[in-house]
């Protein structure tokens, strides 16, 4: 089992940056893939980024040059910086951690990030 608790949302303008964390606990070695998802008001979750445990990272598009996923392994951490947060950024943000030879994947609560114009 591997428990996250997500952290660092908030209320920020546009333009601004934000640092979110997402911290685990329990059997972390046995994570390949950390992923961040974000969740606008009455849509669906749509992946931001993934980063793998060999350093590998891809984002989504819309965020590709504003935000950048980085993990401290001796904290067991990972962030996501977002830069240059625009209006359509505002969604709760939800860490995603995959172990990928058993099929397992563990999910944190979320936390809401604000962005206004």
């Known amino acids: 089992q591997v428990q996250l608790v997500e952290s660092g949302g908030g209320l920020v303008q546009a333009g601004g940056s934000l640092r979110l964390s997402c911290a685990l606990s329990?059997?972390?070695?046995?994570?390949?893939?950390m992923d961040w998802y974000r969740q606008a008001p009455g849509k669906q979750r749509d992946l931001v980024g993934t980063n793998t445990k060999t350093g590998t990272t891809s984002y989504a598009d819309s965020v590709t040059g504003r935000f950048t996923i980085s993990r401290d392994n001796a904290k067991n951490t990972v962030y996501l910086q977002m830069n240059s947060l625009k209006p359509e950024d505002t969604a709760v943000y939800y860490c995603?951690?995959?172990?990928?030879?058993?099929?397992?994947?563990?999910w944190g609560k979320g936390t809401l990030v604000t962005v206004s114009s």
């Open positions: 995603r951690a995959r172990n990928i030879a058993y099929g397992r994947d563990y």
């Open positions: 329990g059997n972390v070695f046995s994570t390949d893939v």
